[in-house]
């Protein structure tokens, strides 16, 4: 893989989350070869907090356990945080490309750090914005 790339938050799920096991083992295929350096991979601030919601509320985990995972998250890869200028790039793009605002914030985080690729079941919205290459690693599941 050429280049840093933005692991989303249901890719972060997916890897602790046994209920979808084909799912499962995929995304953390996926975040194990971040860990060990063969792929480069960051994150939104975003994406750890819809990580910790996620993992506690939809899998079940104790909020203890979540927070371990999450700051073990922000331990292995770097984590882009977004401050005004990003919420208001955010909103145009939103506007612009009739997206939900929180994909628009990951997006606009992405772009403001000039990283231009995403693993994330979410095609139909990260599409929609130009320069965004979505990489979907359960299409052919």
């Known amino acids: 893989m050429k280049g840093k790339a933005f692991l989303d938050s249901n890719i972060l799920v997916y890897a602790f989350d046994t209920a979808e096991k084909d799912k499962h083992e995929t995304a953390k295929r996926i975040v194990a070869d971040g ?27 104790p909020a203890r ?26 909103m145009s793009l939103a506007q612009l490309y009739k997206i939900p605002f929180w994909d628009a914030m990951i997006a606009a985080v992405m772009l403001e750090n000039s990283i231009f690729t995403i693993y994330t079941e979410n095609e139909k919205d990260f599409s929609r914005i130009p320069g965004i290459k979505v990489v979907n690693p359960f299409r052919s599941e």
Do not use: W
């Open 65 to 90: 356990d979540a927070a371990a995972l999450a700051g073990d998250l922000l331990a292995k890869f770097p984590c882009y945080p977004a401050d005004n200028n990003t919420v208001e790039y955010a």
């Open 35 to 61: 860990i060990l350096g063969k792929q480069d991979f960051a994150m939104a601030l975003q994406n750890v907090n819809e990580f910790f919601v996620n993992i506690t509320s939809k899998a079940h985990r």
